[in-house]
Every structure is written in structure tokens, then in C-alpha cells.
């Protein structure tokens, strides 16, 4: 047997086993050296580890995340902040963590308890910086509500910790230096892969019961790919997508954009042994040569070992791809508005352009410049409406009570573009690939692909949760080159709805502080 070189085995040994996190807790955020792929960097991690902490709650429990900057490596961002991923936040605005936005960055040596409930969000959710390009340095991880009374508990048998698989990009180089197109330079499932030329390092397992039906959050972490994901062997059915339960939908593979997830049934019905799990990036000369974007399905009684076909050449033909159009909601739920285009009470064509120099997008005409003053406290300040705003041309502001749709066409280089709305999810009323509009039961989510070009993707909801929220590409290099805008909700309400606590008060004295200490 082929003995493991000194980086295989310090990955090995070194990889240890976190437990997860309740609604109640300190996150320590922290820089370390870590080699998931076998290529040693420094990164920025919750508590220490990549990726952070399952974070869990039941429905209904209130969160209190004391998030705690230990940060000191200054070849990367000091400050921080984290955004809860597909929380709505409603009436805690200042929760919801996106610098500059909602609330000042955190700094070094310092400490902001997120105080939210969820109210009745249950479903698959995760956690990551939502400071410039941060949690591209590992800053990121997973977060369950679990509905104990969940409709569709009578599909599997397990749903825990070891059952939430999440998929990410992962770079040998901090963000603060990436290149003006950065290239990932492995595929971490469940925080392990290998990278092309790189060390045999272990792959991730995921172990399964033959009988046994088995819940797997998929959560895309990823700062740009989407995946396309599948299992040698099996069929998945989609129960869940980005927090909303679905009519059940049986799939042999699906792709998965950056900030997406998907809860899929397993049923581990095949013959004892090892089959390969695969997360093949979107991205130009991707395989699996070198056992790279694979992980392992494990059934109890097999080898402890590799699955016995090459990933490279016996590679499953997909016939029962996710077709985004097939999804619907599991319980009626109308769409906002009229039932034809434009049948909004808002209609806005966010137009998406990129420079001539190709440094920064534009969102009709304007790149977005993140405030000296985050849009939230302008608010609390005493803005009394989105034309009182910064930064101007990417502010929009929507009153109360309205079905809003929004249009995005494709085509601007990069894509095809993941655009994720803050404080609601949305019916997708036209998907990408797609030249119809369902207006009765299209699938509510808070991520959705925009396509390429031609498409005209669409998007309805109602405007019921006063704040500033963002609208951005989850690509983290494209929001990070100004790929955003704010919907200024219901203006007049937010300071009595959103009412911050003093210690978010605090956040921007402490910031320019850090940033202007003389």
C-alpha cells in the first residue's frame, strides 16, 4: 500500500471533529493555517474551523449569536460581519449583518450579539462574512431550523448533523490579492478535496445504512462556481429548496448556485459499497482527473476505500436533471400581483452592465459604493425617504404593501449570475432557460439564477418587511466589484419597527475609530 506523504497525513490527523452550535453562543471569529486540500494558507474562520460550526435551532427559538473578532492577520480583512443567509430578519434589520447596509463592521478585539428569531422559517440556511470578499478566506458555514412537524418527515429516516453536506470553493491565495478574475483552486465537500497536482489527501465520506432514507441539506458555500451535483448510482428527490418546502421531485442531478440549497431524499437502496459523490464546478476544463470535486458514499459493511470505478471515465449520463420549472411549492401560495408581466404594483428592469475595463458592474448605470454610513442608520437618522439615501442610483425604494417585480436580463460577462435578495424570499415567475411565465405555483426561493443571454428572468414579492435590504450577485468577486443594489422598504416605518440595540449603536464609533485612529 502506497504510504501518505508528511501533508496527507497532518491533513488527516489535523481535520477534527467540530460539534455544532445551538441559536445560543459565542462565535469566536479567528485566523488559523489550515489544509483542507493539502495546501497549507492562512484563512479567517468561525471558530476555528472550515467550515465554521453547524449552527441549529428549532422552529420558533430566538438566536443570540455573540460573534467575537479575535481577527489579527492584516494580510486579510481585520474587521468582519455575518449575514444569516436567508433569515428574514423581520423587525431586526440590524441583524442582518451586511456592512455598510445594516450595520458597521465589527472590529478586532471587539463583539456584536445578533439577537433574531426566525419566527416560522424552518428549512436549510447558512452563515458567512458579508464583508467585501471575506468568507472567500473560509468564513463560512451552515445553519438548520428544524420543524418538528415537518410535512414531509414520513420521506426519510435520519436528518442530523452528518447528513448536511456543504459544497465550496477553495483558493490558495487570501482574497485581498486575488487577480481581476480569480480561479478556485479545489472543490471542498464537507471542507475536504484535492486540488489538481496536489497531495492524495482524504476525501469526505458520508456514511450510509443500506434501508435507510437519509436527508441531505445540500448548502452551496461557494464564493463563485455552481455545482453540478449527483450521486453514482442513486436518485435524490427534492423536498426543500433554500428554506421552502416543495412537492417532492425526483432528480438524478441538479446544479446548485452559490448561496443555494436543497434538502434531497437519499434512499440507500443499492448494493453494499463505496460510490462517488460529485460537485463538478461550472467552470472551463473541469473533471475529475486526480480525484478531484469528489467525495464518497459509504455503506455500512463496505471497504474502507475508494469506489471501485475510475470518477474519470465511468461517469454517469444524467437523465433526470433539476429543471428549476418543475419545481412548485408544496402548499399553495400565491404569487403577488397580477397574473401577466408587469402585473406588479412595482415593476423595476434592474439592467446589469459591466466597465470597459471590466473592474466593475454597473446595475442600471451605477456601481454600487458601499456607504461611509450604513443605509440602516441613515434611516434611523432621520432619512425619511430613498431619494435621502446613499449611495444614490442604487437605492430603491418600495412602500409598504406592495407586490413588487423585478426583471434582471442576462448577458453581462461572468455569469451565468446567482442574485440573492436580503429579508424575503420570491417566486420565480420565469426562470432561466425558460421563455414562459407561471404566475399560479412557480418555486419560492432567495436565490435564483439569471441565466445567459436571452434570458429574462422574474422575480415577485410583497413588500411586508420594512428595512433596507440587498440585492446582489452571490458571486462574492462580482458583489465585491459592485454588482448590488438596496430596496429601501417601507422608509417611514423602519424606526419604529427596527428598533437596534445600543450595542449596534456602538459598531460605527468603534469602526471609524479602527479606521481613522488619529
Known sequence: MRSLSLVVLLASISRKVHASLGPVTDLPIVNAGISPDGFLRDATLADGVFPGPLIKANKGDDFAINVINQLTDDTMDLPTSIHWHGIFQRTTNYADGAAFVTQCPIVPNESFVYKFNAEEQTGTYWYHSHLKAQYCDGLRGALVIYDPNDPNASMYDVDDDDTVITLADWYHYVSTVAPLVPVFNSTLINGQGRYSGGPPVPLAVVNVVSGTRYRLRLVSISCDPAYDFSIDGHQLTIIEVDGNNVQPLLVDSLEIFAGQRY???????????????????????????????????????????????????????????????????????????????????????????????????????????????????????????????????????????????ITIPAGALGGPHPIHLHGHAFHVVRSAGASTYNFDDPVIRDVVSIGETGDNVTIRFFTDNPGPWFLHCHIDWHLEKGFAVVFAEDVPEVSTTDVATDQWRQLCPAYDHFTNPH
Open 263 to 405: 434538502s434531497v431524499v437519499l434512499n440507500a437502496d443499492q448494493s453494499v459499497g463505496n460510490y462517488w459523490i460529485r460537485a463538478l464546478p461550472n467552470f472551463p476544463d473541469q473533471n475529475y482527473a486526480g480525484f478531484t470535486n469528489l467525495a464518497i458514499l459509504r455503506y455500512l459493511g463496505a471497504p474502507v476505500g475508494d469506489p471501485a470505478n475510475d470518477p474519470t471515465l465511468d461517469i454517469p449520463t444524467s437523465v433526470l436533471p433539476l429543471k428549476e420549472t418543475d419545481l412548485h411549492p408544496l402548499e399553495p401560495t400565491p404569487v403577488p400581483g397580477e397574473p401577466f408581466p408587469g402585473g406588479a404594483d412595482i415593476n423595476i428592469n434592474l439592467n446589469v452592465t459591466l466597465s470597459a475595463d471590466f473592474t466593475e458592474f454597473l446595475i442600471n448605470g451605477f456601481t454600487f459604493d458601499a456607504p461611509m454610513v450604513p443605509v440602516l442608520l441613515q434611516i434611523l437618522s432621520g432619512a425619511q425617504s430613498a431619494a435621502d439615501l446613499v449611495p444614490a442610483g442604487s437605492i430603491y425604494g418600495l412602500d409598504a404593501n406592495k407586490s413588487v417585480e
